[in-house]
């Protein structure tokens, strides 16, 4: 069984930083592309930020050049650093993974969602 759980999500003061984690747990195996999504009350969930097992990234428009997503693959971890936050960041966050399992389809799983609020 595989879970993600993150952790980091909170308020802060427009301008500040946050940083958040995803971590998977279980075993037998392997993951391909790590993401991060949002959705802020009343809107769709986006794409927030995506990272390949290789380290190609691509980011949203609206956070470019204020966040930046990472990946531990030995501790199955990703990352989303954020800087710069702005009001208009507020949501609940989603960390995403693609899970490849011998014999099984690669699907992907989600965590809980932690929220981001962002105070002006």
């Known amino acids: 069984q595989v879970q993600l759980v993150e952790s980091g999500g909170g308020l802060v003061q427009a301008g500040g930083s946050l940083r958040l984690s995803c971590t998977a747990s279980?075993?037998?195996?392997?993951?391909?592309?790590m993401g991060w999504y949002r959705q802020a009350p009343g809107k769709q969930r986006e794409l927030v930020a995506r990272?390949?097992?290789?380290?190609?990234?691509n980011y949203a428009d609206s956070v470019k050049g204020r966040f930046t997503i990472s990946r531990d693959n030995a501790k199955k971890t990703e990352y989303l650093q954020m800087n710069s936050l702005k009001p208009e960041d507020t949501a609940v966050y989603y960390c995403?993974?693609?899970?490849?399992?011998?014999?099984?389809?690669?699907?992907?799983?989600w965590g809980q969602g932690t929220q981001v609020t962002v105070s002006s």
């Open positions: 279980g075993s037998g195996f392997s993951i391909g592309a």
């Open positions: 990272i390949t097992r290789d380290g190609t990234t």
């Open positions: 995403s993974m693609e899970i490849n399992r011998v014999g099984y389809r690669s699907r992907d799983y």
